[in-house]
């Protein structure tokens, strides 16, 4: 089992910057592939970004150049460094988990790859 505790969320003006993160308990953290899951209201559920465990790392086209996932196995930690945010990044954001043996883009970008999700952490971009 793996736990994940994630944190970070807030309300942030349009061009702003935020940043999650999420704690990892239960299992060796750097066996682990790791993601960060959006939800925004009335729509489905889409992975963000992902960090293999070797540290390989894919980002959905709406949010690169803007965000940046990283890793510190010796902190079990998982961050998402969140800039130039637009009021269309506003979701839930969820830190998700794999222990999947293979681990390319396409499973690296479907959501329900993760069987491990943390509780959620809202983010609200609005002037």
């Known amino acids: 089992q793996v736990q994940l505790v994630d944190s970070g969320g807030g309300l942030v003006q349009p061009g702003g910057s935020l940043r999650l993160s999420c704690a990892a308990s239960?299992?060796?953290?750097?066996?682990?592939?790791m993601a960060w899951i959006r939800q925004a209201p009335g729509k489905g559920r889409v992975v963000v970004a992902a960090?293999?465990?070797?540290?390989?790392?894919y980002y959905r086209d709406a949010v690169k150049g803007r965000f940046t996932i990283s890793r510190d196995n010796t902190e079990n930690t998982v961050s998402l460094h969140m800039s130039s945010l637009k009021p269309e990044d506003t979701a839930a954001y969820y830190c998700a988990a794999s222990s999947a043996s293979l681990f390319d883009v396409l499973v690296a970008m479907e959501y329900s790859s993760y069987p491990y999700w943390g509780q959620g952490t809202q983010v609200t971009v609005s002037s």
């Open positions: 239960g299992r060796a953290f750097s066996s682990l592939h």
């Open positions: 960090i293999s465990s070797s540290g390989v790392t």
